[in-house]
């Protein structure tokens, strides 16, 4: 058997998310299935990262297993990006691994990105890319928010009720805050998170931005690791999966 990792760029705009269900189009499903046609084998594919409905990838990372090495990857990229394109999928690599290497257990660091549109005027361009917030918000006092979700911490608060990790204490390597004009860009760095951990915290962020909450507030919702404190969870047509770091 052959292992090979590929790095994919979607929209999640029109799935039911990553991970295949019963119900509903995903990320995960469509490509197993081009990929087997087009090996003539049936494809498992693993990923990283299990995204929510609407949450977009600039690069996920995913692996399988094939019978046959496959030796012409540009042909292969070529292949299956004239079916995976009309979609709004596209694989932009493709490499040979060890047998090893696991997408998902041999993560050292996710980046994840939030953009916040914060204007009046609804986006066009940038339709379901961006959580739209016509509020005029504080990103100095988000700012501040943010440097305290960094370092090893309980993060029970903005963990989903249905999350099945076995701890919610995580690691915080990064929690950045950017702007110009009228974007907001937020970045977290961790080897991983909670199920809709990062939605939630942008969430209490956008809260802080707004003054609904001081400073001392946000401090005491993330302390008091009480999911029903948390602000409600961001959108996800902010999201994006950024990067995945082994």
């Known amino acids: 058997m052959f292992r090979y990792q590929i790095l994919i760029e979607y929209v999640?705009?029109?799935f039911r998310g990553w991970q295949v269900q019963t119900k509903g189009k995903t990320v995960q499903g469509l490509i197993q299935e081009k990929i087997s046609r087009l090996l003539k084998e049936k494809i498992m594919i693993y990923g990283a990262?299990?995204?929510?409905?609407g949450v977009h990838a600039k690069e996920q990372s995913a692996h399988f297993d094939c019978k046959n090495e496959i030796k012409k990857k540009d042909k292969f990229l070529k292949s299956i990006n004239y079916f995976l394109n009309k979609e709004n999928v596209s694989i932009l690599i493709i490499k040979r691994k060890h047998k090893n290497f696991h997408a998902r257990f041999s993560?050292?660091?996710?980046?994840?990105?939030?953009?916040?549109?914060?204007r009046l005027s609804g986006p066009v361009l940038e339709k379901n890319k961006g959580w739209h917030v016509i509020?005029?918000?504080?990103?100095?006092?988000?700012?501040k928010g943010a440097k305290k979700l960094v370092g090893k911490k309980d993060f029970s608060t903005f963990r989903a009720s249905s999350c099945r990790a076995k701890t919610p204490?995580?690691?915080?390597?990064?929690?950045?805050?950017?702007?110009?004009?009228?974007?907001?860009?937020?970045?977290?760095?961790s080897q991983s998170f909670l199920q809709q951990q990062v939605r939630s915290m942008v969430g209490c962020l956008k809260y802080l931005g707004e003054k609904k909450w001081s400073l001392k507030k946000f401090e005491s919702?993330?302390?008091?690791?009480?999911r029903i404190l948390c602000a409600p969870p961001?959108?996800?047509?902010?999201?994006?999966?950024?990067?995945?770091?082994y």
């Open 221 to 226: 919702v993330m302390k008091s690791k009480k």
């Open 49 to 53: 990262g299990r995204l929510d409905s």
């Open 234 to 245: 961001a959108p996800p047509e902010g999201l994006y999966l950024s990067k995945v770091v």
């Open 135 to 143: 509020k005029k918000l504080n990103v100095e006092l988000m700012k």
């Open 169 to 189: 204490i995580k690691t915080m390597k990064m929690a950045k805050i950017k702007s110009s004009k009228d974007k907001i860009e937020i970045e977290f760095r």
């Open 12 to 14: 999640g705009s029109n």
């Open 107 to 118: 993560a050292k660091m996710r980046i994840y990105n939030y953009i916040i549109i914060n």
